[in-house]
């Protein structure tokens, strides 16, 4: 059974960091293509950062050079480490499997607001 289990959100002031992670089980995380979107109030799901099997990486422009995209393999965890945060970055954050519209887990709240 595919399960995602995005954990790590949180309130944070402008400027601040978190770190998300992802936790997946029933499929090995090093054969897949895993994505980050997320969804803001009112608004559809955003693409944020895709990571490929083989490790290529890439971001939304609204957040390169901001946010990384990181996985640990023998953890079955993906990351989404997020520096320089801005309100524009508030909503719930998805880790999902294969595709953005992929299985994906409940998501994660992450509010920047000073």
């Known amino acids: 059974q595919v399960q995602l289990v995005e954990s790590g959100g949180g309130l944070v002031q402008p400027g601040e960091s978190l770190r998300l992670s992802c936790v997946v089980s029933?499929?090995?995380?090093?054969?897949?293509?895993m994505y980050w979107v997320r969804q803001a109030p009112g608004k559809g799901l955003e693409w944020v950062s895709t990571?490929?099997?083989?490790?290529?990486?890439w971001y939304a422009d609204s957040v390169k050079g901001r946010f990384t995209v990181s996985r640990d393999n023998a953890k079955n965890t993906l990351y989404l480490q997020m520096n320089s945060l801005k309100s524009e970055d508030t909503a719930v954050y998805y880790c999902a499997k294969g595709d953005t519209k992929g299985p994906r887990g409940q998501g994660t709240q992450v509010t920047v607001s000073s």
């Open positions: 990571v490929a099997s083989y490790g290529d990486t």
């Open positions: 029933g499929f090995a995380l090093s054969s897949e293509w």
